[in-house]
């Protein structure tokens, strides 16, 4: 078949809307936090706990996961939203990725939808200060409810001494960490210095390129991963597999999570530990 006709009809069906997964015009202009140091000066701002579960953007007709991917929700989930973009966190509960993960990138929503929430933390196209965009999606969901749809409540930081406390109080709950925000900036994509994550550990993600064979109890197993960074930095990862993930390992071009503490003098994530491999 010429390869002409297969893109004539590719753009018919996407007109009409039969490819959905295939609409995205690539990735949303995400905002991206930096990493608390404990040297910022953070009184003032607001901070809320960080949910751990797969990013949604509501492009005020869809949707999409932070790659710019159409999440198959279902109608009902979404009926009430706004025309307008919102910014959040498709979650369950607190260490509960897996099942969440699972259920919101399927192309075929399942029941398991009844358990997912999203969680607002902005409002991207909205004018004024976080808070003043925050209220934006408080005023649309009054008298276009929807119950499984919240706003992260924010809590003024008082300091360095307040934020850690918060932050020791997440975490005995499971929780991943904080966000804290200077809350009287306009909105601006990209990785901002005004946005920041708080955690007791790092993470990052890499593309796996390479397998690499397992030696004496894991022989016939995996034995590390090689990883690519964003950076273009390779090294293996041998740590944090379950023996079921050493047996099936996450495939080669998968993106995967890795927790880490701190940088060799060569770039290298030090004490880098699997956690587990995204699909979003």
């Not at 994509?189 to 390479?210: C, P, Q, W, Y």
């Not at 701190?262 to 770039?267: C, I, L, P």
């Amino acid at each position: 078949m010429p390869a002409a006709f297969i893109r004539t009809a590719i753009a018919a069906l996407a007109l009409v809307g039969s490819l959905p997964s295939i609409l995205s015009a690539g990735p949303p202009l995400l905002q991206h936090a930096d990493t608390y140091t404990g040297n910022q000066e953070v009184a003032g701002w607001l901070m809320s706990e960080k949910l751990d579960g797969i990013r949604g953007y509501w492009t005020g007709k869809q949707l999409l996961t932070r790659q710019g991917r159409v999440i198959h929700a279902p109608a009902w989930f979404t009926e009430n939203f706004p025309p307008f973009e919102l910014d959040g966190e498709l979650w369950r509960r607190r260490n509960d990725f897996s099942f969440v993960q699972q259920t919101v990138l399927d192309t075929i929503p399942s029941t398991q939808w009844r358990e997912i929430t999203y969680n607002i933390f902005e409002v991207p196209g909205a004018d004024g200060d976080f808070s003043t965009r925050l209220d934006k999606a408080g005023q649309w969901f009054g008298p276009h409810p929807a119950t499984h749809v919240r706003i992260i409540e924010q809590i003024e930081c008082q300091g360095a001494d307040h934020l850690n406390a918060f932050l020791e109080d997440i975490e005995s709950m499971g929780g991943e960490g904080v966000v804290v925000k200077d809350p009287t900036l306009p909105f601006q994509a990209g990785r901002s210095a005004h946005v920041l994550k708080v955690k007791n550990f790092s993470d990052m993600e890499g593309t796996v390129i390479a397998h690499n064979p397992g030696k004496g109890k894991f022989e016939g197993m995996l034995g590390s991963l090689a990883l690519r960074l964003e950076n273009g930095i390779q090294f293996k990862l041998g740590t944090g597999f379950t023996l079921a993930q050493r047996k099936s390992p996450p495939p080669i071009g998968s993106s995967v999570t890795f927790k880490y503490h701190g940088f060799t003098r060569n770039g290298v994530p030090r004490f880098a530990s699997f956690m587990r491999v995204r699909r979003d």
